[in-house]
């Protein structure tokens, strides 16, 4: 009887020029991912990290405008590409490579191209962490990255209500599978605060909380649905950057605490 062959082991390299990558992931779209992503970034510089922020979402790249950049990526050999950076944090994003309308009709291969090359052949340089801001779903580019990278941890992240926690579940099950470490749930849009002080729980209430429990993982924390993330993301001024002390701040202050405890960096 012939033997299964073993299964295939992928060689997996840090990205250069960092001491360690964390993905931002929901496998649902339209949770607020990005905006989370990146004023998680700030918050963590806020404490003293050197951060990069990689947006890894070829289709539809946020990063352009959420930090107001309208720059194209510099190369001095013809083969790596110089990273932007805004506000002391190091920025890379299909966006700055392409017009802000121009629709990404890309097969899987060009896809995995594009993320190879944003790993590859991006000279960072003497970053604490990188953020990585993933796509929705569980394709191409969720595969390139925990077969090739070495990926120090996923943050998930879910609004509570069981439609997006059906997608976010599969997205848990696919890091475990893969081997990488998730270092918590945050509940995005988890309630509007009205003028009055009171609290709406528009998404529903409890289901970010219940899932890390049922999959044994740490609940990181809760963020609201709140105006002035919002502004601040169209002005393209990330809230935690230019207003530290906001009380939605102070909120990406604990996750970012947290993140950093987990990862045990100094």
């Not at 309208?70 to 950076?85: A, F, G, R, T, V």
């Not at 190879?116 to 052949?121: C, D, F, L, S, Y």
């Not at 209430?205 to 601040?232: C, M, W, Y």
């Amino acid at each position: 009887m012939s033997q299964k062959p073993p299964p295939k082991q992928f060689i997996k390299t840090p990205i250069k020029g960092t001491n360690a990558t964390i993905l931002v992931s929901s496998a649902k779209g339209g949770v607020g991912k990005s905006t989370l992503a990146i004023n998680l970034a700030f918050a963590l510089q806020n404490l003293g990290m050197r951060v990069g922020i990689l947006d890894a979402d070829v289709y539809g790249p946020s990063l352009p405008k959420i930090l107001n950049l309208k720059e194209k990526p510099q190369s001095q050999d013809n083969k790596n590409i110089i990273p932007l950076e805004k506000y002391g944090v190091q920025c890379m994003s299909m966006g700055f490579l392409i017009d802000e309308q121009t629709p990404m009709m890309w097969r899987g291969p060009m896809v995995i191209s594009a993320i190879k090359t944003m790993t590859q052949k991006v000279l960072w340089k003497e970053r604490d962490l990188i953020i990585v801001d993933m796509p929705p779903g569980t394709g191409d580019t969720q595969l390139t990255f925990v077969q090739e990278v070495k990926i120090n941890g996923a943050i998930i992240v879910s609004t509570p209500q069981d439609l997006a926690l059906l997608d976010v579940k599969r997205g848990i099950q696919m890091y475990e599978k893969t081997g990488v470490k998730i270092l918590g749930l945050i509940d995005n849009m988890s309630f509007f605060k009205a003028d009055d002080g009171k609290e709406y729980k528009i998404f529903g209430e409890g289901g970010v909380k219940k899932t890390a429990r049922e999959f044994n993982k740490e609940f990181l924390g809760h963020l609201p649905l709140n105006q002035d993330l919002r502004i601040s993301a169209d002005k393209g001024i990330p809230l935690t950057y230019s207003q530290p002390n906001h009380e939605v701040s102070l909120l990406f202050k604990n996750i970012a605490e947290k993140v950093k405890r987990s990862l045990n960096i100094s």
